[in-house]
C-alpha cells in the first residue's frame, strides 16, 4: 500500500499544479461551468473601503445635504394700463366702473445653507433681490417663510433667517487648505428638481478680476453649478462647507465647467456682521490705486507684475493721516506682494477698522515702509455732508 501511494504521489501532485496554471491561463475553457463554481465572497474589508472616497461621497452628502435648503422667491409685478387706454379710464371712473387689472407673479428659486441651530442662512444676494416673498423647503420637505436679516450687494451676499426647530447645520471647512485637484460636491436646487449633488475638482483657488462683483475670491470647481444651485454648498469630499456656489461662466446659460463659489470663511464673515451690525464692516485705507504699468515698472526698476500705484487720496483719511501721497507706488503690505492690486485691496477690506499695516512704497527712487491704521469706510451720504 505504501509503495502505490509512493507511486501515485507524484503524478497526483503534478496533475493539480497544471490544473491551476490552465485555470488561471485559459479562464474560458471553464465557462460553461455554474457560475456558483467560481463564486467568491468579498471580504467586509474590500466591501467597507469601496462605500469610501473615492468609490462613494456618500457619507459627505449624509454630513452636509440636511443643511443644504432649497430657496422658492416670488414678486408682484404691478400691471400698468396702457396710456393709450386713458380716456377710457376716465369714462370708467366718471361713471363709477372699476376696472380690475390682474398682476403678475414672477417666481424664481435658489439655494441656501443654514450655518446655525438658530436659523440664519446663507444664500446668494441676486437670488432674494428684491423678492416680497421667500420660501424656504428643508430637506425633511418642512417649510418656513424666511426673513432677510441683511443684504451685501457687493460679494453678491445675503443672510436670511427662518424659525424652526430641530434644524441641521452643516460642519465648516478651511477653504485657505483647499487645493487645485481636491474633489468638491456642489449641493443645490438644480433646475427647481430639490437637492442635487454635482462633483468635480477645484479648478483654481483665489480667483478674481472678472468683475463680476466688488469683492472677488473666488473658489473656482467644474462640478456643474446649474440654474437653481446658486446660494448652495460647495464641499469637500468629507462634507466640509468649503464655499457658496454664486454663478457659472456660460454662453448660452448652461454648464461649461466653469463654476465659481465664495469661500466660506470670507461668507460667514459677513454673516456674522451683517448679524451683529447689520452692515459689513470693512477696514478701510482710503485710497484710489491702479495697477503698475509695466512701462511705469521699468522707469522704476521694479519687478513687472506687482505694485499698485495711488492716484488718489481721501483728505483726512486713513492714507492721507499715515503720509501716503499721490504717485507712491505700493509693493507690499504687511511684507506680502501686492500683485496687480486686487488681491491686496480684498485684503484691505476684509480688515477691520482700528488694525495696523506696514506699507512698502517707492517714491522718487526711494523706498520707504509706512504704517497706517486702517479707518471705517464713510458712508456716501456722510461723505456728501461733510463736502457740503
Same mark, same amino acid.
Given at each position: 500500500?505504501?509503495?502505490?501511494?509512493q507511486?501515485?504521489?507524484?503524478?497526483v501532485?503534478?496533475?493539480?499544479?497544471?490544473?491551476?496554471?490552465?485555470?488561471?491561463?485559459?479562464?474560458?475553457?471553464?465557462?460553461?461551468?455554474?457560475?456558483?463554481?467560481?463564486?467568491?465572497?468579498? @471580504?467586509?474589508?474590500?466591501?467597507?473601503?469601496?462605500?469610501?472616497?473615492?468609490?462613494?461621497?456618500?457619507?459627505?452628502?449624509?454630513?452636509?445635504?440636511?443643511?443644504?435648503? &432649497?430657496?422658492?422667491? +416670488?414678486?408682484?409685478?404691478?400691471?400698468? =394700463? !396702457?396710456?393709450?387706454?386713458?380716456?377710457?379710464?376716465?369714462?370708467?371712473? %366718471?361713471?363709477?366702473?372699476?376696472?380690475?387689472?390682474?398682476d403678475?407673479?414672477?417666481?424664481?428659486?435658489?439655494?441656501?445653507?443654514?450655518?446655525?441651530?438658530?436659523?440664519?442662512?446663507l444664500?446668494?444676494?441676486?437670488?432674494?433681490?428684491?423678492?416680497?416673498?421667500i420660501?424656504?423647503?428643508?430637506q425633511?420637505?418642512?417649510?418656513?417663510?424666511?426673513?432677510?436679516?441683511?443684504?451685501?450687494?457687493?460679494?453678491?451676499?445675503?443672510?436670511?433667517?427662518?424659525?424652526?426647530?430641530?434644524?441641521?447645520?452643516?460642519?465648516?471647512?478651511?477653504?485657505?487648505?483647499a487645493m487645485?485637484?481636491?474633489?468638491?460636491?456642489?449641493?443645490?436646487?438644480?433646475?427647481?428638481?430639490?437637492?442635487?449633488?454635482?462633483?468635480?475638482?477645484? @479648478?483654481?483657488?483665489?480667483?478674481?478680476?472678472?468683475?463680476?462683483?466688488?469683492?472677488?475670491?473666488?473658489?473656482?470647481?467644474?462640478?456643474? $453649478?446649474?440654474?437653481? &444651485?446658486? /446660494?448652495?454648498?460647495?464641499?469637500?469630499?468629507?462634507?466640509?462647507?468649503?464655499?457658496?456656489?454664486?454663478? &457659472?461662466?456660460?454662453?448660452?446659460?448652461?454648464?461649461?465647467?466653469?463654476?465659481?463659489?465664495?469661500?466660506?470663511?470670507?461668507?460667514?464673515?459677513?454673516?456674522?456682521?451683517?448679524?451683529?451690525? /447689520?452692515?459689513?464692516?470693512h477696514?478701510?485705507?482710503?485710497?484710489? =490705486?491702479?495697477?503698475l504699468?509695466?512701462?511705469?515698472?521699468?522707469?522704476?526698476?521694479? !519687478? !513687472?507684475n506687482?505694485?499698485?500705484?495711488?492716484?488718489?487720496?481721501?483728505?483726512?483719511?486713513?492714507?492721507?493721516?499715515?503720509?501716503?501721497?499721490? /504717485?507712491?507706488? $505700493?509693493?507690499?503690505?504687511?511684507?506680502?506682494?501686492?500683485?496687480?492690486?486686487?488681491?491686496?485691496?480684498?485684503?484691505?477690506? &476684509?480688515?477691520?477698522?482700528?488694525?495696523?499695516?506696514?506699507?512698502?512704497?517707492?517714491?522718487?527712487?526711494q523706498?520707504? %515702509?509706512?504704517?497706517? =491704521?486702517?479707518?471705517?469706510?464713510?458712508?456716501? +451720504?456722510?461723505?456728501?455732508?461733510?463736502?457740503?
Amino acid at each position: 500500500m505504501r509503495s502505490l501511494f509512493q507511486f501515485l504521489r507524484w503524478p497526483v501532485l503534478c496533475g493539480f499544479l497544471a490544473a491551476i496554471i490552465i485555470l488561471d491561463h485559459f479562464p474560458r475553457l471553464f465557462s460553461d461551468l455554474p457560475i456558483a463554481f467560481f463564486e467568491h465572497k468579498e @471580504s467586509e474589508t474590500t466591501t467597507e473601503d469601496q462605500r469610501r472616497s473615492p468609490y462613494s461621497y456618500a457619507d459627505a452628502i449624509v454630513k452636509a445635504a440636511p443643511a443644504v435648503v &432649497n430657496i422658492y422667491t +416670488s414678486k408682484i409685478e404691478r400691471q400698468q =394700463v !396702457p396710456a393709450r387706454l386713458n380716456n377710457f379710464l376716465r369714462y370708467l371712473q %366718471k361713471n363709477n366702473i372699476r376696472l380690475k387689472v390682474k398682476d403678475r407673479i414672477q417666481r424664481s428659486l435658489g439655494s441656501g445653507v443654514i450655518i446655525s441651530h438658530e436659523g440664519y442662512i446663507l444664500t446668494n444676494f441676486h437670488v432674494i433681490e428684491d423678492k416680497d416673498e421667500i420660501l424656504v423647503r428643508l430637506q425633511d420637505e418642512r417649510e418656513a417663510l424666511a426673513v432677510v436679516i441683511g443684504t451685501h450687494p457687493e460679494s453678491d451676499l445675503a443672510v436670511l433667517k427662518i424659525n424652526l426647530d430641530n434644524l441641521n447645520t452643516i460642519p465648516i471647512g478651511n477653504p485657505s487648505e483647499a487645493m487645485i485637484g481636491d474633489v468638491v460636491l456642489a449641493i443645490g436646487n438644480a433646475y427647481g428638481f430639490g437637492h442635487t449633488v454635482t462633483q468635480g475638482i477645484i @479648478s483654481a483657488t483665489g480667483r478674481y478680476g472678472l468683475q463680476l462683483n466688488e469683492y472677488e475670491n473666488y473658489i473656482q470647481t467644474d462640478a456643474a $453649478i446649474n440654474p437653481g &444651485n446658486s /446660494g448652495g454648498a460647495l464641499i469637500d469630499a468629507r462634507g466640509n462647507l468649503l464655499g457658496i456656489n454664486t454663478l &457659472n461662466i456660460t454662453k448660452d446659460g448652461g454648464s461649461q465647467g466653469i463654476g465659481l463659489a465664495i469661500p466660506s470663511d470670507l461668507a460667514l464673515g459677513i454673516l456674522s456682521d451683517l448679524v451683529m451690525f /447689520g452692515k459689513v464692516i470693512h477696514g478701510w485705507l482710503g485710497v484710489d =490705486v491702479s495697477s503698475l504699468s509695466p512701462q511705469l515698472a521699468i522707469e522704476n526698476n521694479l !519687478p !513687472p507684475n506687482n505694485g499698485m500705484i495711488i492716484t488718489g487720496t481721501v483728505p483726512e483719511g486713513p492714507a492721507d493721516q499715515s503720509g501716503l501721497r499721490e /504717485g507712491d507706488i $505700493i509693493t507690499k503690505i504687511n511684507d506680502r506682494p501686492v500683485g496687480d492690486g486686487r488681491a491686496a485691496m480684498n485684503f484691505i477690506m &476684509n480688515s477691520r477698522p482700528g488694525e495696523k499695516v506696514a506699507i512698502d512704497v517707492f517714491r522718487n527712487g526711494q523706498e520707504l %515702509k509706512i504704517n497706517a =491704521v486702517l479707518g471705517s469706510e464713510p458712508q456716501t +451720504s456722510e461723505w456728501l455732508d461733510e463736502q457740503s
